[in-house]
């Protein structure tokens, strides 16, 4: 019985620390690769716009399921899991916006999107952190 309990408590722990690395490596990998894309366009350099979108694109994936999502948000914040996961889907579609305007060569519009990008990570993290 002992045994029993030990192990259950064993294993939601686990899941907790498992859960806890999922939101740090997302959002390291996205502070990265936000990082990068700023540096791209101050220097003019396109390749590391790439490189930064695409991590970010890694990242992203990584923490936008509601289920993911709602494990992070303060219990008195729950309710407000659409509105934390429309900033990760804003996200996507903020990099594709991006990297179809590269291609175009069109880098102002690229570099709103990198703006709108920036602006959905405040908008979550102020649901998150009650600013
Ligand atoms: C859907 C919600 C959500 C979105 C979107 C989001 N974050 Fe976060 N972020 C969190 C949560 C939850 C935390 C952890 C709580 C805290 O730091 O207040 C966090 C924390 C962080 C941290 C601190 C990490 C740590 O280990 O403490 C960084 C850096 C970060 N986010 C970067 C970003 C960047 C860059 C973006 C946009 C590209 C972004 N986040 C978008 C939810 C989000």
């Not at 686990?14 to 894309?37: C, L, R, Y």
């Not at 990099?95 to 069109?106: I, W």
């Amino acid at each position: 019985m002992k045994l029993a309990k030990l192990l259950v408590a064993c294993t939601l722990a686990f899941g907790v620390a498992n859960a806890q690395d999922v939101m740090q490596k997302s959002m390291s990998i996205m502070e990265q690769g936000m990082t990068q894309i700023q540096k791209g366009f101050l220097n003019n350099n396109l390749e590391l716009i790439k490189e930064g979108s695409a991590l970010v694109k890694q990242g992203n994936e990584l923490f936008s399921e509601k289920k993911v999502i709602e494990n992070y948000l303060p219990q008195n914040k729950k309710h407000l899991v659409n509105v934390a996961a429309a900033a990760s889907e804003r996200i996507s579609l903020d990099l594709n916006v991006l990297e179809l305007n590269l291609d175009e060569k069109a880098y102002l519009s690229a570099a709103d999107a990198y703006s709108d990008m920036l602006n959905a990570c405040s908008r979550c993290h102020s649901i998150v952190r009650s600013w």
